[in-house]
């Protein structure tokens, strides 16, 4: 059973367009969503947190989320060739006390 | 403000032997992940612990493996008599407490030759 689904991709947009990243979870309880960037070789690194239904938007970078759908997304706007990493979407699950990844989308952004 | 810190960042060790991987996290943190990231694939949750304590451990191997937190010092993740299969990055995060962001250390690479 798949606890945190993505679209592995690659995700391929053209520099200057916005790039659409979802995510999906089955714990129905889960409160807290994330969105990290790992560069092939590096760590995770923070880039959005939700908490509550809607968008939450920073800089380039908005995140939604829809709890009764079980769904999240990550829009980034503008994209630009250094956005090129794998996107990881992560829930804390309700259940087990434990943060969850995704298998993480790849986004290759074209110059 | 130091973020999380973990050493070594490479450590090698031979078929058998004992691997010792260490974890600060972030000042005021004291909620601590270890996750395991197999080449070319996603981040797979081991262990969750709060000082002194091991929350979930779910993710777990049975055998070999074993994680603490103690009241001072690092979190250790112990692998014992390691062998091929355990090569992989291992990274801790460290967060406020269990809902709040979790933040990265630059994570060790294991190599078992």
């Known amino acids: 059973q798949k606890e945190v689904e993505q679209n592995s991709g690659p995700l391929s947009v053209p520099e200057g367009a916005i790039a659409s990243l979802n995510c999906t979870y089955s714990?129905?309880?889960?409160?807290?969503f994330f969105w990290y960037r790992q560069y092939s070789g590096k760590s995770p690194e923070l880039i959005m947190s939700i908490y509550s239904n809607g968008d939450k938007e920073d800089g380039r970078f908005t995140a939604q989320l829809n709890k009764a759908s079980q769904y999240v997304s990550l829009l980034i706007r503008d994209s630009q060739p250094s956005d090129s990493a794998t996107y990881l979407c992560?829930?804390?699950?309700?259940?087990?006390?434990?943060?969850?990844f995704g298998a993480g989308t790849i986004l290759r952004v074209k110059s | 403000n130091a973020g999380v810190m973990q050493n070594p960042r490479h450590l090698v060790r031979r078929r058998g032997q004992e691997a010792r991987l260490r974890c600060s996290p972030m000042?005021?943190?004291?909620?601590v992940y270890w996750y395991r990231q197999l080449p070319e694939e996603g981040l797979k949750f081991m262990v969750y612990?709060?000082?002194?304590?091991?929350?979930?451990e779910s993710g777990m191997p049975k055998e070999r493996f074993s994680a603490e937190f103690p009241k001072e010092g690092p979190s250790i993740l112990r692998i014992q008599q390691v062998v091929r299969g355990d090569s992989a990055a291992y990274f801790c995060?460290?967060?406020?407490?269990?809902?709040?962001?979790?933040?990265f250390g630059q994570g060790t690479r294991l190599t078992v030759v």
């Open positions: 000042k005021g943190h004291s909620h």
């Open positions: 995060a460290s967060s406020l407490d269990m809902n709040t962001e979790a933040f």
């Open positions: 714990d129905r309880g889960s409160q807290s």
């Open positions: 992560a829930v804390n699950m309700e259940y087990g006390n434990k943060l969850v």
């Open positions: 612990l709060q000082k002194e304590n091991i929350i979930d």
